[in-house]
Structure formats: structure tokens, C-alpha cells
């Protein structure tokens, strides 16, 4: 297999793969202060290419693609940084339209899959949420909402822990779309795969163990409930959570409970397989 590498500079997370086996994600909070002021900020831009200096050490002279999603696009100088991230990483970073985040969504989520019926694709992210719907190599509906994990959280959750009114807020500024009925749904990103790793109660992340885990809206609305009542220090201790996504978690969770009950679906199957994902296959379709 050619040595080819995956950048994706999301609102939340800055993450890397490469098809040696390496993968990194660093939560750098691109977005924040996004929703409020419509300009990405000078410290969340440095923290992002901080991360990439070291990323392109890593690289070392692959062929690679980046791409930018939700805080980028919705931000006046998201160009601008652009420019800046292409100077950092020694290549162009391409800033995605929603369907094309929506697609690259889908094929990293079934690129190991032989679905016979339509499957959902839930893509939590810190300024959206993409909703894909599909069947094998074709997307049959997709959406992308003005939903994330940063956005809402910074727009609703400002006690700690939040009130019941402010998460009442929350959830219902998760409006979605019309959309088809399925009956299965794959969620990735940050949120379930959380999520999956405090379900296994796991001392160590563990991507294996989290591909493929079954959440329920029980078990999710029971996790909701009980990390939406500890103050942020004490939800940086659960174990399972990445400390540095403990302030948008509960965010994370109850927008994906709001997903499953539009969809009225009672599961959802956890998945590492992602836009990065499906990045890195599109560079290793084109890599001589």
C-alpha cells in the first residue's frame, strides 16, 4: 500500500492519518467564538497550526490532502487562514462545501461495509452536523445542519454544570431537516466514539474496541443525565473521556439523542471509520 496522509482541521479537533498506521487527533478548538463573532480567532488559528508543524514533520513528503470544514466555511477570514495552513503543511487545504463533507462522510463509514439497506451516517462535529443517508457507493440524502458541539455549547451551556433550562435550550435548538426513514444509523466523530470508550469503561482508548459499539438511547440518555450534572473538573475524571472534550460532551450527547428520536431509531453503532477516513482512501485512489 502507498504511504499517503489524511488531514482534517475540523471546529474541534485538528487529526491526522496516514496509511503507515499513524493517527493523531489533537483538540484544538478551531471554532470557538465562530458562532458569536463570524471570525475565526487569532489563539484557536495558532493552536491549529501549532499542531501542524508537527503533523508535517510526521508527513514527511507524502502525498497528502487536508480539508476544512464548518469553522472555516462559515468565517469571513476562513480563506485567509487557508492560505496560512497551505504555508504550514507545504500543500493546498481545501475548504469543504457540506455535500462534499457529506460524501467523504459516507464512504469512510462504509468503506469496510456491504450494506444491503440504506444506513444513516450521523457526523456530530464542533460547528455541524452532516446526515448522510445511502446505500453502498451512492448517497441518496444528505444534510448539513448549522449544528456542533462548540457552536451550541458556547450559544446554551454557560453554568457548570449547566441548568436544566440552559440544556433544555440546547436541545431544542437542534432542529433538523424532512428526511427518509431508515433502520440502522453509524455515528462518528468525537461524540460517539466518547461515548462508546466511557460505555467500555475504558482505561485506555482503544479503537478497535470502540468500532462497531452499540449505543443505545438508553444508555446515551442515561449518560447524558449523569454527565450534564458534574461540574466540567469533575467530568474531565470519567473514565473514558478525553479530558480535553469534557466541555463539550454533554453538547455532543444531546444533540445526538435529538438525532435518533427525529429518525426514531433506538441505536446507534459507534464508528472510527470517518471523514478522515474516507480522505485518506480519495488520496490513495490518486497517489501514483
Not at 46 to 67: C, K, N, W
Not at 174 to 184: D, N, Q, S, Y
Not at 250 to 261: D, K, R
Request: include cysteine.
Amino acid at each position: 500500500m502507498n504511504r499517503v496522509a489524511a488531514v482534517d482541521i475540523g471546529s474541534n479537533s485538528t487529526r491526522l492519518l496516514i496509511t503507515d498506521g499513524t493517527r493523531e487527533s489533537i483538540v484544538t478548538r478551531l471554532g470557538e467564538g465562530v458562532d458569536a463573532t463570524g471570525e475565526l480567532g487569532e489563539a484557536p488559528m495558532q493552536r491549529v497550526l501549532d499542531v501542524l508543524e508537527r503533523y508535517r514533520e510526521l508527513i514527511d513528503g507524502a502525498p497528502a490532502a487536508a480539508v476544512m470544514t464548518s469553522a472555516v466555511r462559515d468565517a469571513a477570514n476562513g480563506a485567509a487562514f487557508a492560505r496560512r495552513v497551505a504555508d504550514t503543511l507545504g500543500f493546498p487545504a481545501r475548504i469543504l462545501a457540506g455535500e462534499e463533507e457529506a460524501k467523504l462522510t459516507f464512504a469512510g463509514a462504509i468503506a469496510r461495509r456491504k450494506e444491503d439497506d440504506p444506513v444513516l451516517v450521523i457526523d456530530i462535529g464542533g460547528g455541524s452536523t452532516e446526515l448522510v443517508i445511502g446505500l453502498r457507493d451512492q448517497v441518496t440524502f444528505h444534510a448539513s445542519t448549522q449544528i456542533g458541539v462548540v457552536r451550541h455549547a458556547e450559544r446554551h451551556l454557560h453554568s457548570d454544570p449547566p441548568s436544566a433550562a440552559e440544556l433544555a435550550a440546547l436541545r431544542a435548538d437542534v432542529t433538523l431537516p424532512a428526511h427518509p426513514r431508515v433502520g440502522k444509523a453509524i455515528a462518528v466523530a468525537g461524540t460517539p466514539t466518547q461515548c462508546a470508550a466511557i460505555d467500555l469503561g475504558l482505561e485506555e482508548y482503544d479503537p478497535a474496541r470502540i468500532e462497531g459499539h452499540i449505543l443505545t438511547r438508553t444508555r446515551l440518555t442515561e449518560m447524558y443525565e449523569r454527565l450534564a450534572r458534574l461540574p466540567l473538573a469533575e467530568r474531565r475524571q470519567v473514565p473514558g473521556l478525553d479530558p480535553a472534550r469534557a466541555p463539550v460532551i454533554v453538547a455532543g450527547i444531546a444533540i445526538l439523542l435529538e438525532v435518533l428520536a427525529s429518525f426514531d431509531l433506538q441505536q446507534v453503532e459507534a464508528s472510527e471509520h470517518d471523514i478522515l477516513f474516507g480522505l485518506a482512501l480519495s488520496t490513495l485512489a490518486d497517489a501514483p
